[in-house]
């Protein structure tokens, strides 16, 4: 076993297929250039000693104490992760944990789960755990779930493993399975922040979780996964409820016309697929802002951009955007000046295109 592991887990981005993933559909996502760096050691002793680069801030704390940390709760992302592969039965010892991260923090961009994949992987390898990489992505789920008390799907986690360089990852989130889709060399992801933070540890994410369990509820199934949009149309359910049912059973059948469109090269099919689904969230799921509809619409009239919409939980955070890499630049400034004109706010660009997922660097 290394005494010493240095790991990196990007950070992803959803492309088609919003608030499917607790519904048990389908997600087509992609790891993005960005992440976390984990540098870690075995230590002697014990105990996790976790340090940020990224906010100054380091908690020592012993492994037969493994509690949530009130003062500092950044570090119940790597602490909650270690609990997990305890409690799951696999054997570690002491480690430190140095994070560093070029991933800006609550962008929707997943540094989260960014910082728990990374954390698991370095303690996979100290410690030369047996552990598969879907079962390393749900076990990091469920420390974001029970231990630092975010109810998020495990798209984030399983997009930061899963990762290829130039390809889409196609999650099915009822067989837990997962294929990637090639993605033209010549497009590139443009992500633009709206300047306005996600709050998903506010209620509206688990508001919507909600809804959707009680459209399941009323509708006789296990999961969305099990009904049609046409079936939702025709039911009889209230209208936010039915509304919110259209949004994911809709998305699903965009997942899955989207990897069609893919494979048979037709970006500008795929592109008014990613548009529709901002309508959707828009109209029917209602986790879009201003903001996030001013980038869509500015993307929409902009020439060399095939599609457009909201990524992520919603109620702020980015926009993806499938565009020619080739005008990448000349896009860039038509839409920031035009965003800034328009709503007075200035909005982050980053430019990527699909990257490989976590791994070890040294
Ligand atoms: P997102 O996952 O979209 O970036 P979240 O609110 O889910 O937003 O997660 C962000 C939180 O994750 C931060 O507030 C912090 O607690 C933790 N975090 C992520 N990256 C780091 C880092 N490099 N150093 C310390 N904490 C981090
Ligand atoms: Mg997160």
Redesign the pocket.
Known sequence: MPDTVTTFAP?RVEILGNHTDYNLGFVLSAAIHLG?TVRSNRLSKNILEIS????Q?SVTIRLDELQPCVDE?????PIGVIKVLLEAGFQLGGMDIR???D?????????????EVATALAAKVLFNLDIEMMQLAQLCQKA?NEFVG?Q?GLL?QASSVFGRVHRLILLDFLAIKVETVSLPTNVSLLLLNSGVP?E??GGEYNERRKQCLLAAKSLGVASLRDVTPALVKSADLDDVIRRRALHITEENERVVQGVDALRSGNLALFGALMFASHESSRTNFENSTAHLDTLVELAKRTPGVFGSRLT??GFG?STVSLIDSAQADEIIRTISREYRSIVGATCYPILTTPSEGARVLA
């Open positions: 950070g976390v940020s680069q990224t906010n801030r709760a950044w570090a119940n992302y994070i560093s991260s991933l800006p923090l609550g962008a929707g961009l997943s540094s989260s789960a960014a910082l974001e975010v998020s984030d996600h998903l540890t992520g939980g955070g």
